[in-house]
């Protein structure tokens, strides 16, 4: 599982994925999260995006081993 944190409009969400990765996506901005969607397609519905702040997380190194910030 990889959690990219501050993923903006998906580019590396997107790239991860398609190699073959589990990832959640957080962003604080909404509109960001919006231009996600539309890069990841169908697949968006399928997939975690969240309207969060990344420093707000509860998230430790060896439960989250691909913590991206």
Do not use: H, N
Request: contains cysteine; neutral net charge.
């Amino acid at each position: 599982m990889v959690v990219d944190a501050g993923c903006g409009s998906g580019p590396l969400f997107s790239a991860l994925r398609d190699r073959g990765a589990i990832v959640t996506g957080i962003d604080a901005s909404a509109g960001m999260l919006e231009l996600a969607r539309r890069r990841l397609g169908d697949d968006a519905d399928q997939l975690v995006l969240s309207a969060a702040c990344a420093d707000g997380l509860s998230l430790r190194k060896p439960l989250v081993p691909g913590l991206l910030r």
